[in-house]
């Protein structure tokens, strides 16, 4: 088994920046690939960003690229997201996951095994 705890959410002006991490715990992640996703009020989850186990890789939706940043440290079972020049469209429940084999779509939900349970981003303009 895997816990994820999400952490860095809070409330920003537009145009500031958060910080979101990801800490997992248990059956070590290490050569897990990590996404994160989002999801608003009445909204579906969607794919924000993507990372393979050795950092070698990464993906974003085209709503967040140049603006968001995914990185991880392995050393420390960790996922980051920087996001800058956040909008108010960017708020939204943020949640990590991560799946036991690299294989599927990597912007679908189902693909995942194991999820955070999420941090609140709240943009205000």
């Known amino acids: 088994q895997v816990q994820l705890v999400e952490s860095g959410g809070g409330l920003v002006q537009a145009g500031g920046s958060l910080r979101l991490s990801c800490a997992a715990s248990?059956?070590?992640?290490?050569?897990?690939?990590m996404g994160w996703f989002r999801q608003a009020p009445g909204k579906e989850r969607d794919f924000v960003s993507f990372i393979t186990w050795s950092g070698g890789n990464t993906d974003y939706a085209d709503s967040v690229k140049g603006r968001f940043t995914i990185s991880r440290d392995n050393a420390k079972n960790t996922v980051y997201l920087q996001m800058n020049s956040l909008k108010p469209e960017d708020a939204a429940v943020y949640y990590c996951?991560?799946?036991?084999?690299?294989?599927?779509?990597?912007?679908?939900?189902?693909?995942?095994?194991?999820w955070g349970q999420g941090t609140q981003v709240t943009v205000s303009s």
């Open positions: 996951a991560t799946r036991r084999i690299s294989y599927g779509d990597y912007r679908n939900t189902v693909n995942y095994d194991y």
């Open positions: 248990g059956r070590t992640v290490y050569y897990s690939d």
